[in-house]
């Protein structure tokens, strides 16, 4: 058995992989669905990273199973946190960006906004959409204020940065296209992303209103993060978006994921007739947990109270 035959085989990955991605994605979705199983509720950061974790960490055995195929197959693109300009999450209403460089030079983007929602109806598979900030006012160089201060539509903001993106100078609102903008999310039944499209006429309320909509969502409703990255290859790849370049400024810049191997430590489990022990990666060093990591205490963030509009809908046909 060749080393692709073993990677492929011991996790239990589909045997029609033809690719460095698509198995890199593979292997990332494995690591998804044993985050499903965590009862420990995730923040949006904790979430982002352990999807960046997820992808990183399958690449050294993907590129060493097609040693042929480029490096550079997936690339990051993350929306600055402050600032006001058209890359930052003030503007664009978005975390981060996904691109899959496909082998046959097509690429594939998908567009995220982690949410993380501490209150009690957090269980209950609810998310609320169109957080309202007041945005700072703007400033040229030489202090003039160029865009005085307003309160900002988080979805709105998502909306216009998808459409700009699919449609160019073409200045429409448009929701029902955006199959491939996600908020990012961790329901009971695992992570999901559900589609700005799934959930159409909740996004619109909230442009319209002005205000947050807290939208309970049914089982059904968007997709899990691991069936999400197993499409990123497959012909169709729902919630995903073709695009021929990443040229135009449209996306932050983007960061090769591969280039982030080398900051993560590899440690391999193993078992033998010795016992079962562990094989350090290069420059790990090898030490004790001080406590045992499933009895560290957790920290519960103090829930917040904002007014917001309820949402009771039906699934869409």
């Known amino acids: 058995m060749d080393f692709r035959d073993w990677v492929v085989a ?3 990955l589909p045997g029609n992989i033809d690719s460095a991605i698509e198995m890199n994605l593979q292997l990332a979705a494995k690591t998804v669905k044993a985050l499903n199983g965590a009862t420990t509720r995730l ?8 999807m960046i974790g997820a992808l990183v960490s399958a690449h050294p055995m993907s590129a060493a199973s097609y040693p042929a195929d480029p490096e550079t197959a997936i690339r990051w693109s993350s929306y600055t946190k402050h600032g006001g ?3 930052s999450e003030r503007n664009s209403g978005a975390d981060f960006a996904l691109v899959l ?3 046959d030079g097509r690429l594939r983007l998908a567009i995220f906004q982690a949410k993380s929602d501490w209150s009690a109806s957090s269980t209950k598979n609810t998310l609320v959409v169109g957080q309202i900030k007041q945005s700072p006012e703007v400033k040229d160089e030489a202090g003039r204020i160029i865009r005085r201060s307003q309160r900002r539509n988080q ?9 700009a993106i699919q449609f160019k100078e073409d200045s429409r609102l448009s929701v029902q ?3 491939w903008v996600h908020y990012l999310c961790q329901f009971k039944d695992g992570v999901r992303a559900v589609a700005l499209s799934d959930i159409e006429d909740d996004v619109r309320s909230s442009i319209t209103l002005r205000k947050e909509v807290r939208v309970r969502l049914n089982t059904e409703d968007g997709t899990g993060l691991d069936k999400l990255l197993e499409k990123g290859c497959v012909a169709g790849g729902i919630g995903w978006l073709e695009i021929s370049s990443l040229d135009g400024g449209a996306l932050p810049t983007p960061i090769d994921l591969s280039a982030l191997v080398q900051l993560m430590p590899v440690v391999v489990g193993r078992e033998g007739a010795a016992g079962p022990g562990l094989k350090m990666g290069p ?4 030490g004790n947990l001080s406590v045992p990591l499933l009895d560290a205490p957790e920290t519960t963030p103090t829930p917040t109270t904002t007014p917001t509009a309820t949402s009771t809908r039906s699934r869409r046909p």
């Open 10 to 12: 011991s996790p239990g």
């Open 43 to 50: 923040d949006e950061e904790t979430l982002t990273g352990a």
């Open 85 to 87: 300009k058209t890359d």
């Open 101 to 103: 460089a496909l082998p």
């Open 155 to 163: 979805v709105e903001a998502l909306v216009k940065a998808g459409n």
């Open 177 to 179: 296209n955006l199959t």
């Open 283 to 286: 420059n790990v060093v090898v």
